[in-house]
Structure formats: structure tokens, C-alpha cells
Nanobody, 125 residues
Framework: QVQLGESGGGSVQAGGSLRLSCAAS????????MGWFRQAPGKEREFLAA????????YYAESVKGRFTISGDNAKNTVYLQMNSLKPEDTAVYYC??????????????????WGQGTQVTVSS
């Protein structure tokens, strides 16, 4: 098992930026697929981005492509989500997640079996 902890959430005005961090302990993240998801009140948990170190690949939801960037630092065992041009509809609790690298399914929440506690992001207009 790997333990995950998100940080970097907060309140920002529309058009602003935030960088979320997901620090891991217990296992090396490079052996996992890592994803970022979010959940707004009354909505399903939504895939945002994933990174797979085995192939140095990244994946994005269409809703955030070009605005959000996922990256990782093996030395710090940390994954980041840089969020630019934020919109009020980006308001949600943001979660990082780790799961087995099976070569497929990186956009599915069901791949991931380790989740952080979440961090709130609020974007005001």
C-alpha cells in the first residue's frame, strides 16, 4: 500500500493558477500509475489527468487539456497538478490516486486503489 497526501488547494479568482502536490509514502510512485480526479458536490468523481512513468506518458480529460499539467518528481516521490486559467466550474475537491500500471484504463477511477484525503479548490468569478 502507498499512502497519499494532497496539498496546495485553496481559493483563487477565475483566470488564476494553483499547483497541487501529492506526496507519497510507503512505496515508490514510479511503480504506479498516478491520477488526479475531482469531485464537485452532487457530481461523480471525474478523471482529470494521469501519468505513467513506465512509458513516460500522460493522459488528460478534454475538459482540462491545455490548462492542467501533470508531472512527477521521482526523487521527492511526489506528483503535481499545475492548474492554469482556472474557471468557477473547476471548483471541487481534488484527489490524487495511485494504481497498478496495467497498460490501459488510466482514465478510469476503478484502476486506482489508493486515494488521498482530497484538497478543496474554490474558484470565484
Amino acid at each position: 500500500q502507498v499512502q497519499l497526501g494532497e496539498s496546495g488547494g485553496g481559493s483563487v479568482q477565475a483566470g488564476g493558477s494553483l499547483r497541487l502536490s501529492c506526496a507519497a509514502s510507503g512505496r515508490t510512485l514510479s511503480s504506479y500509475a498516478m491520477g488526479w480526479f475531482r469531485q464537485a458536490p452532487g457530481k461523480e468523481r471525474e478523471f482529470l489527468a494521469a501519468i505513467v512513468w513506465s512509458g513516460d506518458n500522460t493522459y488528460y480529460a478534454e475538459s482540462v487539456k491545455g490548462r492542467f499539467t501533470i508531472s512527477g518528481d521521482n526523487a521527492k516521490n511526489t506528483v503535481y497538478l499545475q492548474m492554469n486559467s482556472l474557471k468557477p466550474e473547476d471548483t471541487a475537491v481534488y484527489y490524487c490516486a495511485a494504481g497498478p500500471d496495467r497498460g490501459v484504463g488510466y482514465r478510469s477511477r476503478w484502476l486506482y486503489n489508493n486515494w488521498g484525503q482530497g484538497t478543496q479548490v474554490t474558484v470565484s468569478s
